[in-house]
Every structure is written in C-alpha cells, then in structure tokens.
C-alpha cells in the first residue's frame, strides 16, 4: 500500500512504549498517557460520527463534535475499565479505537432512532421479482417461499428479530435496547432463523434459486 | 388493524437468507477485530488473513462491518498506508 502518513502522531515515545504500565502507575508519565489516550478516543469516536453524519440529516460540526467528545469520554472509561485484558495481539493504539468507535456508532444509531418506533407486527412482505429480473417468475416463486417459511417455520421471537434487523433495518443496538436484550442474544437470534430458513428452503428444493441469486441487489 | 406492505425483492431474499456460518458472536468480533485489522492491512497484496468466522460474521451484522471499516481507517492511517487500499480490501473479502 501507499505510504501517506506519518504512524501515531503525537504519542509520546515512553507511553507508546508500554501504553498499560504508563496508564496505570500514578505520576507524571500516567497524566501524560491519559490525556494521548483521550486524543486518541476523540480522533476514533469523530472519525466514526463523520463517516455516519448522512443518517444524522444534515448536522453542523458542532453537533459532530458534541457526539464525539461524550462518546470518547464514555470509551475512555472503558478502555481504562478493560486495561487487564489487553494482550498485546495487536497495538495498542488499534485496541483502544475499537472502543471509541463501538462507543460513537452506538451513540450515532440511538440519536438517530430515539424517535423513530419499531413496528413489524403488522408488517407483510410482498414477493417481488425485482423490476429487472430476467428470471423473473423464479424469483417471485423463491420470495413466496422465502414468505412462507419466515412465517411458518420461524418462531414469533425470530421472525420479529429477522423483520426488524433486516426488513426494516433497525440497528441491533437499537433494538437490543427497545428490548432489554443484548447485541449478542439478537445477532444469535437472527443467525438461528436465517439457518433455519435455509435449512426449510433446502427441503423444499429452494436453496439452490438461493445461491444464484445471491448478491443480487 | 392496518398492514404495511413491503416489496421482498431479490436483494432483500438474500439478506433475509443469508449463510452467517461459521459462527461468531459480536462480542467475539469485538474482541477479535483489532487483530483482524492490522493481519489485514500487513497481508501482502493478493492475501489476506484466514478468518471465515470473522467474514461470515461482517457479511451479515452491518454495525460490527460499519465499525470495521473505522478501525481499519485508523489502523490505516497510523501506519501511514492509503486508507482507501485497506478499505477495498476489505470489501473484496467480505
């Protein structure tokens, strides 16, 4: 790849050195590592509300700025929180922005769906053979398969799951939190019920409509 | 009680039907990613990190994917690499 930069501005050759021991020995080299650590938080946590400011509707720089100091504050803690369970398999400048950008994301998505409510019950899909489809027929029979199953083979629970996640594209942090669930337990849910899916649509003859039609926008 | 309808196209049957295996929690891409991140952007060109898991689990959980792509960003950035190559890279594997 092209070199374009310079690697890690602005860290301290001690801290950089051992990021952990100079964040958690009190004295002069911890107050210098904390505040590298919250450069760095804030750097990760604006990058990742910049890159999603299209779903915030057209937001000034301040309100970007506003998102990503809270949410490097909230990752800043956290990064402190899980200091013992860094192991070293990466650096420690790229564990550290794993945080802040779970952080941001998370933050972004809940700003943008406070208001917004999740209904699936009442929602039906329609089997359509998209608009260019040369296969057209087939596609319609694999939707209608597809339909049938999702609501004759999957549990309430998972086919609630499976439409907000994926037909309405609810953000699996939003929803876990509409929920009281978590992030884990609904992404394991979807996983189950896509398996299941496949497994019916495998019986039925259907899965190999499946694959030559995945990717298919 | 009123019904909303929505179109289930092509598109959409594939990410409703989606293969996710094998298996990996987002707690588990969460802990793996920083390290899939950096094998990714030192694999010379044409290679790339074996992690099926990790593939699957991207391909079909869009938050952990979008998060992914701004950790190779910033992974990209500090080594001084064009963060668009990394970025490509990923998307030609996942």
């Given amino acids: ?217 | 009680m009123n019904r909303r309808y929505r179109p289930l196209a092509p598109g959409l049957v594939a990410r409703l039907t989606l293969d996710t295996d094998p298996w990996l929690s987002c707690d588990d891409c969460f802990r793996l990613v920083d390290q899939y991140v950096e094998e990714l952007l030192e694999a010379p060109a044409g290679a790339a990190p074996d992690a099926p898991a990790m593939l699957a689990h991207l391909r079909g959980c869009p938050a952990c994917a979008d998060e992914t792509t701004t950790l190779l960003l910033l992974a990209a950035e500090d080594r001084g690499l064009d963060p668009g190559v990394a970025v490509a890279r990923l998307r030609e594997r996942s």
């Avoid at chain 1, 004759?152 to 669930?181: F, K, W, Y």
């Fill in chain 1, 1 to 217: 790849m092209t070199a374009v930069g310079s690697a890690c501005m602005g860290t301290s050759a001690a801290v950089a050195e051992d990021w952990v021991r100079a964040l958690s020995v009190p004295g002069p080299l911890q107050d210098e590592a904390m505040s590298l650590l919250h450069d760095l938080m804030l750097r990760a946590a604006r990058r990742q509300v910049l890159r999603m400011t299209p779903m915030l509707g057209g937001v000034g720089l301040d309100v970007v700025d506003e998102i990503a100091h809270q949410s490097a504050n909230d990752a800043m803690m956290a990064v402190l929180a899980k200091l013992g369970s860094f192991e070293g398999r990466s650096r420690f400048t790229t564990w550290a922005y794993k945080f802040a950008v779970l952080q941001a994301a998370t933050d972004v998505r809940r700003r943008v769906w406070r208001e917004r409510a999740v209904d699936v019950d009442r929602l039906e899909l329609v089997p359509d053979g998209g608009a260019t489809s040369e296969q057209y027929a087939e596609a319609v029979d694999l939707a209608s398969a597809v339909r049938h199953a999702i609501n004759t083979v999957l549990s309430q629970h998972q086919r609630r799951i499976l439409l907000a996640l994926v037909v309405e594209e609810v953000p699996v942090d939003v929803l876990a939190d509409r929920l009281g669930a978590t992030r884990n337990a609904l992404y394991k849910t979807l996983h189950d019920a896509r398996k299941r899916l496949r497994a019916h649509l495998r019986e039925t003859g259907h899965l190999a409509d499946l694959t030559s039609q995945a990717g298919t926008p």
